[in-house]
Every structure is written in structure tokens, then in C-alpha cells.
């Protein structure tokens, strides 16, 4: 059982930054897959970045060269560091954690969430 907890949320203005970090315990996460979810107010859920056991990543094409993925596995730490953001970026943000090395399902461990506010 992995337990997930988000923070480095926060209020920005637009063109700003944040760094969401998503620390893990109840088991090391060097073998999952990781990745950064978000849902903002009357919209679905939708996936941000992941990170393959290897280091690989993906993005969702609206924060691609603006998002950046990263983990260490000796902290047990998942990363996301949010530049240019925008206020279409406001969003509840998850980190999830999925029982393989490749993300290529459904994820199995969730966190609470913590809140992206960009203002404009």
C-alpha cells in the first residue's frame, strides 16, 4: 500500500511558477509509474505529466515545455515543476502512483490534491 501526499500548491499570477512535490511512504516507488492529474471546477479529470520507472515522461499537449516531470527514488519523492502558468492551469492537482513500471493503465493510489490558483 502506497500513501500519497501533495503540496506546493499555491496562488500565482500568471507567468509564474510553482513546484508541486508528492511524497510516498508505506512503500518505495522506485519501481511505479508516477503521474500528475488535475481537475478544475466542472471539468473532467484530466492526466498533466507521468514518469516511468526508467526516468521516461509524457505530457498532456497544454503543458508540454512548460511542465517538467521528475522523481527521486531515494526520497521517494514525485516532482512537478509548473513554469509559464496560466490561469487555464487553475486546478485541484493529484499525484497517483500505478503497480508497474510503465504507465500504460489505470492507476492504483491517489492523493488528496493540493490547489493551483493562477490569476491573471
Known amino acids: 500500500q502506497v500513501q500519497l501526499v501533495e503540496s506546493g500548491g499555491g496562488s500565482v499570477q500568471a507567468g509564474g511558477s510553482l513546484r508541486l512535490s508528492c511524497a510516498a511512504s508505506?512503500?518505495?516507488?522506485?519501481?511505479?509509474?508516477l503521474g500528475w492529474f488535475r481537475q478544475a471546477p466542472g471539468k473532467e479529470r484530466e492526466g498533466v505529466a507521468f514518469?516511468?520507472?526508467?526516468?521516461?515522461?509524457s505530457y498532456a499537449g497544454s503543458v508540454k515545455g512548460r511542465f517538467s516531470v521528475s522523481r527521486d527514488n531515494a526520497k521517494n519523492t514525485l516532482y512537478l515543476q509548473m513554469n509559464s502558468l496560466k490561469p487555464e492551469d487553475t486546478a485541484l492537482y493529484y499525484c497517483?502512483?500505478?503497480?508497474?513500471?510503465?504507465?500504460?493503465?489505470?492507476?492504483?493510489?491517489w492523493g488528496q490534491g493540493t490547489q493551483v490558483t493562477v490569476s491573471s
Open positions: 514518469i516511468n520507472s526508467d526516468g521516461s515522461t
Open positions: 497517483a502512483a500505478a503497480d508497474g513500471a510503465y504507465c500504460s493503465g489505470g492507476f492504483d493510489y
Open positions: 508505506g512503500s518505495t516507488i522506485s519501481t511505479y509509474c
